[in-house]
């Protein structure tokens, strides 16, 4: 709908206003209306300040008078330090943040001539207007194409260190399209650096190397410069001069004395001349800011996931985003095309089995990861020497996470669970993502796994629900009345994520929050459930110890034990 259509007495009183404004005042020297291609209402006027002409376009958005009109002047001209770029949007008193209805075009262009006059005092200098709202950093980066990311705790690392010092750094770089970001890896030599960023690095990056040094010099020249050739440089930064005799010129870092801090890549202009692009320095703050999760006592954990499918692949990054570092992922699939509508993965990951794709994944969300990876599935044809192997490292983890939904699968990593004392957690979807399964078996407080899992069973039944699905594809169900139901990702995400929360309560030690240690949770109105969210806990009856104590035996003891066992006497 066109707004000045549909609300012809405002579009009469928009003009109006313009009208009155220009009889009121002299510098709006020139208004005619016209319209866009897309039938939008464009008003031109032209504001004349200390003899200079600012010719604006006031466009009407479709949306108007919801939003505000756009206010920006007529080629590529910087006209204000509150402008959206050469060209852009002028950001003026009202904005969508504050915008009122009542306000007219004419308000929005008498706002633009205070803030160009005020920016342009009569004594033919300059001055700065301040802002009255806040912007967000992602608005203020949405015109900084080139940006360096610099984690917290790097500038603390240069204290002690003296004036003059001239330190190596080294940066990772990730490109889309016209945009570059920088990440500062490192402070200092190689095998004796600094500081050594925390974070993930970003996966098949640009590397570059650099330097960190301070200067007297005031690098406003440059920052307003923008880039580009300079000869002199040597000259405005006399620090920089043996840096530049080097082959390959460096990416730079200048702390000023000031305090302030510059970055900006030297590269070779076709004249052979420095040509500086300059970076947005970035801060970042620590992860842990944004976890709820004990990081520190989580990630002395090791956890199995066995199955790195739909459920386990996302339980694992899960975890990791939560702080886990130490994992052993067991599967031997290969991961398709066809698995990408299910699965933590992306395209990358296409025709790689998926426990070396998922240790990659994982290694893009946390650092010093330590992953184990085994190409095999419990229970298959495989030698009894890896599934051996296989199983010991389980049994060694903190936690078993079993996600294949598998019954073979599941009895393995229960026995071991049990035979072990490890905790172990499992989550299963209905056939047709009508709802799932998750559990824990807790050694001693809860059953063992495989005496949880009847009675988990025999609950379902009791229900009126097999436990298995019907159908060959354990995400569809099909029904009477109309189409299959089908688990997709969003189903298959409910029930990781609520997996991994039981799983963060056993790593992190402590009073659990969990009053059951099952639950059914349904996706859709069927079966028990009443609607999507409707969840039943499930009681679990305590079966005793995981295993019976063994009696400790003394050497005469063992001794008896290998001669009744071996052929040949003990040594």
Not at 43 to 56: A, S
Not at 167 to 188: D, P, Y
Not at 242 to 261: C, T
């Amino acid at each position: 709908m066109i707004w000045w259509w549909a609300d012809q007495n405002r579009a009469r009183a928009e003009k109006a206003a313009f009208i009155a404004l220009q009889e009121e005042h002299g510098w709006l020297t020139s208004v005619r209306i016209r319209h866009l291609g897309n039938f939008q209402l464009c008003v031109d006027v032209e504001i004349v300040h200390g003899g200079e002409k600012f010719p604006l376009a006031v466009i009407y958005p479709t949306t108007f008078p919801d939003t505000p009109p756009i206010v920006m002047p007529h080629g590529e001209r910087r006209l204000s330090e509150h402008q959206y770029g050469a060209g852009g949007e002028l950001c003026l008193q009202w904005r969508p943040d504050n915008w009122d209805p009542a306000v007219t075009g004419a308000m929005m262009v008498e706002s633009a001539y205070g803030l160009i006059a005020a920016e342009r005092p009569s004594d033919g200098g300059t001055a700065v207007v301040p802002s009255e709202h806040r912007s967000s950093l992602a608005g203020e980066l949405r015109f900084e194409t080139w940006r360096l990311m610099v984690q917290e705790g790097a500038w603390a690392s240069l204290k002690g260190q003296l004036p003059e010092a001239v330190l190596e750094i080294s940066l990772t770089i990730t490109a889309r399209r016209s945009h570059r970001v920088a990440h500062l890896r490192s402070i200092g030599a190689p095998g004796n650096a600094l500081w050594t960023s925390p974070q993930p690095a970003p996966n098949a990056p640009g590397r570059r190397t650099g330097f960190i040094l301070r200067t007297t010099q005031d690098m406003s020249v440059l920052a307003l410069h923008g880039g580009g050739e300079f000869k002199d440089l040597a000259k405005r930064i006399p620090e920089l001069s043996s840096l530049l005799e080097r082959p390959e010129w460096p990416f730079i870092i200048v702390l000023e004395k000031s305090g302030r801090k510059t970055a900006f890549d030297i590269v070779r202009s076709k004249d052979g001349l420095p040509f500086l692009v300059p970076y947005r320095i970035v801060e970042e703050e620590e992860l842990e800011r944004r976890s709820a999760s004990n990081r520190e006592t989580v990630s002395r954990n090791r956890v199995a996931i066995v199955g790195c499918g739909s459920i386990g692949s996302k339980i694992a990054g899960s975890l990791a985003r939560a702080g886990v570092k130490k994992f052993l992922l067991v599967d031997e699939d290969i991961f398709l095309t066809g698995n990408l509508v299910r699965n933590e993965l992306d395209a990358w990951a296409i025709g790689w089995h998926k426990v070396d794709a998922l240790a990659d994944r994982i290694g893009q969300i946390v650092t010093d990861t330590e992953i184990d990876t085994r190409r095999v599935a419990l229970g298959s044809q495989t030698s009894a020497l890896a599934m051996e192997s296989t199983l010991e490292s389980i049994a060694e983890c903190d936690l078993i996470v079993e996600a294949t939904a598998n019954p073979t699968s599941f009895n393995l990593c229960a026995s071991a669970a049990k035979r072990h004392k490890k905790p172990m957690i499992w989550a299963e979807v209905f056939g047709g993502g009508i709802g799932g399964i998750i559990a824990r078996a807790r050694p001693d407080t809860d059953p063992y796994p495989l005496a949880a899992r009847n009675q988990i069973r025999t609950w379902c039944d009791d229900h009126g629900i097999p436990w298995q699905a019907e159908t060959g594809n354990a995400y569809e169900m099909n029904r009477d009345d109309g189409p299959p139901f089908i688990a997709d990702d969003a189903d298959i995400s409910v029930i990781a994520a609520h997996a991994t929360r039981l799983a963060l309560d056993i790593l992190q030690g402590g009073e659990t929050s969990f009053p059951h240690s099952a639950y059914a949770i349904g996706l859709k109105k069927a079966w028990i459930f009443e609607a999507p969210f409707d969840t039943w806990p499930i009681d679990l009856q305590a079966t005793g110890p995981s295993e019976e104590p063994v009696a400790a035996l003394g050497g005469e003891d063992i001794e008896t034990l290998m001669s009744d066992l071996l052929d040949e006497e003990p040594s």
